[in-house]
């Protein structure tokens, strides 16, 4: 299979993809494959599987006394990844982070999906703990999404942790994609520091870019041009999200430090119901998609987040 990095850089046309999200504990994946459903249809060129840490949380053992348990809410990442390469033959893209998982947790995975052949990854530094008011690595464990792009490297060239050879018979090696951000990750001093650290992922082997998502072109078109002005020349792939809900108006902003355009605003600003918001939302990012397209970006990739049926709306009129 050819790696989704060669897919993004060779491609003439817009592609589609999209991220699902491992279901919660004790859920069934049968809810993941109906929201790939409803997704084949336009082709995706890859699907994405996120990752989620483990965190503390206090369970009630009994009435009135709880007990500190380490949990993850969202486990499977790499089961889930290879059950939907399986049954629907499409690239995936499960997400490594350094969050949460030490080094040696890590080189297990990767061994993990070695023996699978899932050789595309995501790689991240991953979300903080919902605890901690800042990140902090598990002991063993990475503080950057740019020391876990070297630990992917040195696992390709057959270097593991304390010294060990691993035999490498791997006809593909590992090819990854990181994050980037249009406007700025949050912790970044600016924007430059930013596109730094960026530049350093691709130098240590990044060979695409997945932004976070974003409501204004221009600021994505801005961050291209800051991108390769700085020397980095792999695909930038812009991510979307549809704003669905009256929440969202709040949450997103808030969540994944990004701002919406006055035009979005003026539009959102007379919506009195969550399906006011949802058809705003879905008008918006059909435009932001059309728009997208006429730029030539390599590919489209949609946040889903429980909104299959709105992509699936929204791609229907982008590809008519
Ligand atoms: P990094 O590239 O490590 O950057 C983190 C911060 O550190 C930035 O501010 C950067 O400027 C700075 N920095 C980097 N290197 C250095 C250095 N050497 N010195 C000083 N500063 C430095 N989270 C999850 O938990 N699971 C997921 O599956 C997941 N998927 C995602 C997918 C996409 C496409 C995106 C955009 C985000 C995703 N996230 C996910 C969230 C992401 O992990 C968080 O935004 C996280 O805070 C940063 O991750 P990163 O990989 O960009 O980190």
Redesign the pocket.
């Known amino acids: 299979m050819v790696s989704v990095a060669n897919i993004l850089k060779n491609t003439k046309e817009t592609l589609f993809s999209f991220e699902v999200l491992p279901p919660l504990r004790g859920k069934s994946i049968e809810q993941i494959y109906k929201t790939i459903d409803q997704l084949m249809e336009f082709k995706p060129a890859f699907i994405e599987v996120?990752?989620?840490?483990s965190d503390y949380t206090y369970k009630e053992i009994q009435p009135g006394q709880y007990k500190r348990v380490e949990e993850r809410l969202r486990p499977g990442t790499v089961a889930i990844a290879y059950a939907i390469k399986q049954k629907y033959g499409v690239p995936v893209v499960p997400?490594v982070?350094c969050?949460g998982y030490s080094q040696q947790e890590t080189e297990y995975e990767l061994m993990d999906l070695s023996f699978l052949d899932m050789k595309d990854l995501?790689v991240?530094?991953?979300?903080?703990s919902k605890q901690d008011s800042k990140?902090i690595p598990k002991e063993g464990g990475l503080r950057?999404?740019?020391e876990l792009c070297e630990q992917v490297s040195r696992f390709n060239a057959g270097h593991l942790l304390y010294g060990e050879q691993r035999e490498v018979a791997d006809e593909r090696p590992f090819s990854f994609g990181?994050?980037g951000?249009p406007e700025k990750?949050e912790?970044?001093m600016n924007m430059a520091?930013?596109l730094r650290?960026l530049k350093?992922?691709v130098e240590l082997g990044a060979q695409y870019v997945?932004?976070?998502m974003f409501f204004d072109n221009n600021k994505y078109f801005r961050f291209v041009d800051r991108c390769r002005e700085a020397g980095i020349d792999v695909p930038i792939v812009p991510?979307l999200k549809p704003l669905g809900t009256l929440n969202h108006l709040t949450t997103l902003p808030r969540t994944f430090r990004i701002e919406f355009p006055d035009e979005l605003v003026e539009k959102l600003e007379e919506c009195k119901t969550n399906e006011d918001a949802k058809a705003v939302g879905t008008e918006w990012c059909i435009k932001q998609c059309r728009e997208l397209m006429e730029h030539n970006v390599p590919c489209l990739h949609f946040y889903t987040m429980n909104a299959a049926a709105q992509v699936a709306e929204i791609m229907r009129k982008v590809r008519s």
């Open positions: 996120t990752t989620h840490r997400h982070i969050s995501l991240l530094r991953g979300d903080k990140f950057y999404a740019s990181v994050a951000y990750h912790e970044a520091a930013d650290a350093r992922k997945v932004t976070q991510g």
